[in-house]
Structure formats: C-alpha cells, structure tokens
C-alpha cells in the first residue's frame, strides 16, 4: 500500500512470545503507542495515556486502576467492550459487579499477574470464554503507574475480536496466553 510505512523487525526479548504474535495491526498500534508513552521507564504512567492520541482504539479498550483494597475498578471501557457484558458503561465496576464470581476470579486473576509480574499479557483465540462466548479475537494487556515508581498501579487493555466461533473443537481455539515481563524490553 502507497505511503504505508514498512513495519521494522523487533529484536527477541527473552520472555517474548513467538514471532509475529499481535497478528492485528491495531494492537500492534496500542502497543507501539505504549512503549512510546514509556520514555525511558519501565511503563507509561497512567496520566501519559492520552485518549485523544488513540481515539481510532477508544471503542475496543479498557482502563482499569488497581489498588490492594479496591481491586480492579474500570476507569474506562469502550462501547464494544461494555456492550459485551451487556452494560453501556464499566467505569466505577469492578469485574465481579459484573461476571459469576468464579469468572470473575479468573478475569481478575490475568489481571493480577500484569501487576504482580510487572508484564504484558497477549492472549489470542476464544476472548469472551468467561461469559461463554466464543468470538475468535485477541487481547493485550499493558502494565501503568502512578508516576515515575515501578509499581503497577493500573492496566491498559484492548480486545479485538476477528470472528465467530466456527464450531470446530473449543479446547483448540481457547485463548492462548503469553507474558512478557518489562525489564529489557526495548
């Protein structure tokens, strides 16, 4: 395509997941856009995220804070992502005001291991399994803090969904998680 700009090889990671992961160029986007907002540091803070700059992914991500006492409360979630869990609007919710309880544990569980691990998650394959639906998509997580500290204090998501499920067998297409820790990523 006239005028595109070629896309540069990464250099591997330690951690990295296999080459070429993010198949979808928009969560290729939010993480380029990501690792920019870093500036040195080992994560953006979450005041660097500016939604202006990533209007054409507003409808597709999440911003969720994190604290010990609250656990993850949405900051933000766009129309496609709120819509989903049949709601028009996420933020002030945590994801068991929402979600069965014991999907709630494993959604906060993903979550928790961003912060804890101070890492990216990219899953891909069945991205709504918790609520029993089967779109064929991927996901990313992004790590945030408060400031210039080390401490995740916050996630940065994005989902994108490709299909339907075809009906082949559920145990192959459930999503794929892969982690990458922060430390030394270019």
């Known amino acids: 395509m006239a005028g595109r700009e070629t896309r540069r090889q990464e250099p591997q990671h330690k951690d990295a997941p296999p080459q070429g992961f993010i198949e979808d160029p928009d969560l290729r986007r939010l993480f380029d856009y990501w690792r920019d907002r870093r500036a040195g540091r080992l994560m953006p803070a979450k ?3 500016d939604p202006l700059k990533i209007s054409w992914a507003l ?3 999440y911003l969720l804070d994190y604290s010990p006492e609250n656990g993850f409360v949405y900051r933000l979630a766009g ?4 819509g989903v869990f049949g709601h028009t609007n996420l933020k002030g919710l945590r994801p068991r005001d929402f979600l069965p309880p014991e999907r709630a544990v494993m959604v906060e ?3 928790l291991k961003v912060v804890t691990d101070r890492c990216i998650m990219w899953m ?3 991205v709504y399994l918790c609520i029993d639906r089967t779109p064929i998509g991927e996901r990313i997580f992004l790590p945030l803090s408060d400031g210039n500290n080390d401490v995740v204090t916050g996630v940065l ?3 994108v969904v490709r ?3 075809d009906g082949t067998d559920g145990a192959a297409k459930r999503a794929r998680e892969h982690f990458l820790t922060v430390e030394g990523l270019p």
Request: glycine letters at 10%.
């Open 59 to 61: 409808s597709r991500i």
């Open 47 to 49: 005041s660097d995220i």
């Open 124 to 126: 891909k394959g069945m």
């Open 109 to 111: 569980q993903q979550y």
């Open 157 to 159: 998501g994005m989902t």
């Open 163 to 165: 299909s339907a499920a």
């Open 79 to 82: 129309n496609e992502i709120a």
